[in-house]
């Protein structure tokens, strides 16, 4: 993409490392540490930009106000222009990062919200008590193989009638595809693959929405829309 090439380009000369899988959080979390400043100006305002993905985010604020559980996570929340975002929509919002420098940047540029530190695989959040989850991107740089893990502690979360939507890179390949990304490796999906461990986890998908971005690498932006029964 134009704007994840942008981004590696004004990444050399930096003290940034792309990092193995091995200890991919850990790695993952210095990564995007190393980075928060450039990443906030390039994409906190990208979905002005975005009309597919802008109206999916407008659908799932629509569905989690109609099950009156207005709390949401916004997990991988970055700079914090989601977590607001959700905010503007009418939904309880706050956000959730690995990065401890992200959390930072979004506590100042939205200091009426909340954000904290936490592991995809081990929420802050009690049993059953969000109406939404929001993972936009944020499971990318994960492995395949521990993916399920963090459905089930996203299903963990969500009340019953609950609404999960996760964004991904696409691929239109049988299997999953690890890929040099801008700040870390990352992986993109066949949506019919992502979509089974999506019902694995307990989920029934409700949109699922796949559209080509011009990529050089051919990867569709993917949207996947599911309740908890």
């Given at each position: 993409?134009?704007?994840?090439?942008?981004l590696?380009?004004?990444?050399?000369?930096?003290?940034v490392?792309?990092?193995?899988v091995?200890?991919?959080?850990d790695?993952?979390?210095?990564?995007?540490d190393g980075?928060?400043?450039?990443?906030a100006s390039?994409?906190?305002?990208?979905?002005?930009?975005?009309?597919?993905?802008r109206?999916?985010?407008?659908t799932?604020a629509?569905?989690v106000?109609?099950t009156?559980?207005?709390?949401t996570?916004d997990?991988?929340?970055?700079?914090?222009h989601?977590t607001?975002?959700?905010?503007?929509?009418?939904?309880d919002?706050f956000?959730?990062?690995?990065?401890?420098a992200?959390v930072?940047?979004?506590?100042r540029?939205?200091?009426a919200l909340r954000f904290?530190e936490a592991?995809m695989?081990?929420?802050?959040i009690?049993?059953?008590?969000?109406?939404?989850?929001?993972t936009?991107?944020?499971m990318?740089?994960?492995?395949p193989?521990?993916?399920?893990?963090?459905?089930a502690?996203?299903?963990?979360?969500?009340a019953?009638?609950?609404l999960l939507?996760?964004?991904?890179?696409?691929?239109?390949?049988?299997?999953p595809?690890r890929?040099?990304?801008k700040?870390?490796?990352?992986y993109?999906?066949?949506?019919d693959?992502?979509?089974?461990?999506?019902?694995?986890?307990?989920l029934?998908t409700v949109?699922?929405?796949?559209?080509d971005?011009?990529?050089?690498?051919?990867?569709?932006?993917?949207?996947?829309l599911?309740?908890?029964?």
């Open positions: 993409m134009a704007a994840e090439e942008g590696r380009t004004a990444l050399h000369g930096t003290d490392s792309f990092f193995p091995a200890e991919h959080q790695e993952t979390r210095a990564a995007y980075v928060v400043e450039l990443y390039m994409f906190a305002d990208r979905l002005e930009t975005q009309p597919f993905a109206a999916m985010v407008g799932f629509e569905l106000r109609e009156g559980n207005l709390r996570a997990l991988g929340c970055g700079p914090g989601l607001a975002m959700l905010h503007d929509l009418g939904l919002a956000g959730l990062d690995l990065s401890p992200m930072d940047h979004a506590r540029a939205h200091p904290d592991r695989e081990s929420l802050p009690e049993d059953r008590a969000l109406g939404g989850v929001l936009r991107y944020s990318i740089h994960t492995p193989g521990e993916l399920p893990a963090l459905l502690e996203q299903v963990r979360v969500l019953p009638g609950g939507l996760v964004s991904l890179f696409g691929t239109e390949g049988p299997e595809v890929f040099d990304h700040v870390a490796p990352a993109s999906w066949p949506v693959r992502f979509t089974e461990l999506v019902a694995g986890a307990g029934v949109a699922r929405l796949l559209h971005p011009a990529s050089e690498r051919g990867f569709l932006d993917t949207h996947v599911a309740r908890r029964p």
